[in-house]
């Protein structure tokens, strides 16, 4: 008990949260690491899932190397990509790692939330006079929408976590304090932080979450049909 008092105790001493390498500085690394990451990840899966999921090619390709990329060690991979990138760019190694851990549930998302749709649907919106832009842009992704949300959530996630390992390579982010405590036996440090990352995860998850329920159309919420519609698309 008395580690974990302490750990609270260096967590919201106001000391630790103003300075160059406070808290606060850490914290915004980390979400910054973490944002440009799932963002970057995004621009690259999202398209490529939309593509899969409505056309139908690809499917198992992609989850081959979805799976085959989610077996991978993070911190095995940050370290190859550094060795490989050079000691000078370093933030670009790290950074790209992340991406890499983030694409795998954003991909799945993507193109699970369009092979989800009711055929029947997508078979109304097409005798409507839909063209296939218009069945994807007005029917699948607002119907798909959810579960490219709970991609982006477990990606999130998972980068957030694995952040944290950045600062085995000087990058900083909330791994900073875990490793310097490590180092300096302050298991009050190493708790503590531990414990901001862990509130970190649970905020983002929470608040993607809500996101994730926001983008439920009304209609499945409340369990009635949609109609499609040429110009409104569904409603």
Known sequence: MNLVRNSLDWLIDPSQWQGEDSLAALLGEQLLYTFVAVGLAALVSVPLGWWIGHS?????????????????PSFG?????VL?????????????????LAIPPILAGSYTGF??????????????GMSELQVMAKVEIPLGLPLLVGGLRSAMLQVVATVTIAAYVNLGGLG????????LRRYDMVLG???LVAMLALTIDLVMGLIQKMSVPGGLLRGTRFIVDPKDGIH
């Open 56 to 72: 139908g090619r690809g499917r198992d390709i992609a989850v081959a190397i979805t799976g085959m990329a989610r077996a991978v």
């Open 77 to 81: 991979l940050l370290i190859l990509l």
């Open 84 to 100: 490989l990138f050079g000691v000078l760019h370093k933030p670009e190694a790290a950074l790209l790692t992340f991406v890499l």
């Open 115 to 128: 092979q989800a749709i009711d055929r029947r649907t997508l078979d109304a919106a097409r005798a409507m």
């Open 176 to 183: 900073l304090p875990i490793i310097s405590g490590l180092n």
């Open 193 to 195: 932080a531990a414990l």
